[in-house]
């Protein structure tokens, strides 16, 4: 199938086309991010391949289905960046990669813990400029202390499953248990006991209406004093000037994040050189105990060679008979 690929990275191209050796399809590379400016870039591809800082609107989408694509091919797991309902009444299939390596964004979750922890980010600048002092590094074991775990799917069951090699005290929410986490010795709890005994609260969750904003400001106040906040979701369901004021207040002891409500502006690109507008997030930088990585959660050799992968597989069983298993379909968005 002839397939436009946007927002095509360097490493993009390298893993598409090792894994298209074997599959065959035309794949035509774009750098830039597909949105209602570049959208006629695409005109004529049957199938379109988009990245979560693509735009896909009901307005994209409309044009796409004029221009003739009939299949959306999303190289992540979330599709909260689609129009779902939009896609479907245009007659657009939209297939996904819902699990590619949990391992991946489990285990930067716990690097993003340990890091703030052991305040590595500190420890690396200190040595490379020759200050050897040890006054304000102190960490904590993590050994006994309670984690929260909010969404026990494939990633946060993994993150339970790390963390009690640790020897934490694991609690869970989420509206769907998961029996590997009850027989792990994990506790599923309301959010406000979550919030209560958390001394770490990590967030694994969707993001979809019941969990936009989730970390509002009275979940912030519910929380222990000095507690660790990890995102590595999706940057919405965390309000940001409700986790900025937790920081102020020192309610929020640490901030680890991996995604933002307003990355589409910023992550997946070189702006060292340019003069950054977005004023919460430079607010966000400011704090010594925040440490944020530019969405690369899922940035490893085995995540990305799956993506590629089920991606052109899932482009394959449409062409083929146009039933694919990632489909993404009404339900899911419930
Ligand atoms: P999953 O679908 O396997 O698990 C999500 C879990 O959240 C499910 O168990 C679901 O029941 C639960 N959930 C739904 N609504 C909830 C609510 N209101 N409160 C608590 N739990 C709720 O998804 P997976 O693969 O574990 O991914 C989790 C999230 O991680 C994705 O939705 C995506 O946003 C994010 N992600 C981030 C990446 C990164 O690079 N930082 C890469 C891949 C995914």
């Excluded at 993001?207 to 519910?222: C, E, F, R």
């Amino acid at each position: 199938m002839r397939v436009a690929v946007c927002s095509a990275q360097p490493y993009d191209r390298r893993y598409f086309l090792a894994a298209n050796r074997d599959i065959g399809h035309d794949l035509v590379f774009f750098d830039s991010h597909l949105c209602e400016e570049t959208q006629r870039m695409v005109a004529g591809f049957p199938a379109v391949c988009v990245f979560i800082n693509d735009t896909v609107s009901k307005t994209v989408l409309q044009t796409l289905a004029e221009q003739g694509a009939s299949l959306i091919a999303l190289r992540s797991a979330g599709f909260n960046h689609v129009d779902i309902r939009a896609a479907i009444d245009l007659g657009l299939h939209i297939v996904r990669v819902p699990a590619y390596s949990p391992h991946s964004v489990a285990e930067h979750s716990v690097a993003l813990i340990l890091s703030l922890n052991r305040h590595l980010h500190h420890s690396y600048n200190r040595v490379r400029s020759g200050n050897f002092s040890i006054q304000g590094l102190l960490g904590f074991e993590m050994r006994g202390k309670t984690v929260g775990i909010i969404g026990t799917g494939r990633i946060g069951a993994i993150v339970a499953k790390i963390l009690h090699g640790f020897g934490c005290h694991l609690v869970a929410h989420d509206p769907q248990q998961n029996s590997d986490c009850i027989n792990l010795g994990v506790e599923y709890v309301s959010l406000k006991k979550l919030y209560a005994s958390s001394d770490i609260i990590t967030l694994h969750c969707p993001l979809n209406m019941k969990t936009h904003h989730l970390i509002d400001t009275k979940a912030v106040t519910s929380m222990k004093q000095g507690v660790m906040l990890i995102n590595t979701s999706r940057g919405a369901v965390i309000d940001t000037m409700a986790v900025i004021n937790g920081l102020k207040s020192s309610k929020i002891g640490y901030l680890g994040l991996d995604v933002y409500e307003q990355e589409g502006d910023l992550f997946f690109q070189d702006l060292s050189n340019e003069i950054i507008q977005d004023d919460v997030f430079q607010r966000l930088l400011t704090f010594p105990n925040v440490l944020v990585t530019g969405h690369q959660g899922f940035f490893t050799d085995e995540a990305l060679s799956s993506i590629a992968r089920t991606t052109l597989q899932n482009i394959s069983a449409f062409e083929i008979d146009g039933v694919c298993q990632n489909e993404v379909t009404l339900e899911l968005l419930q």
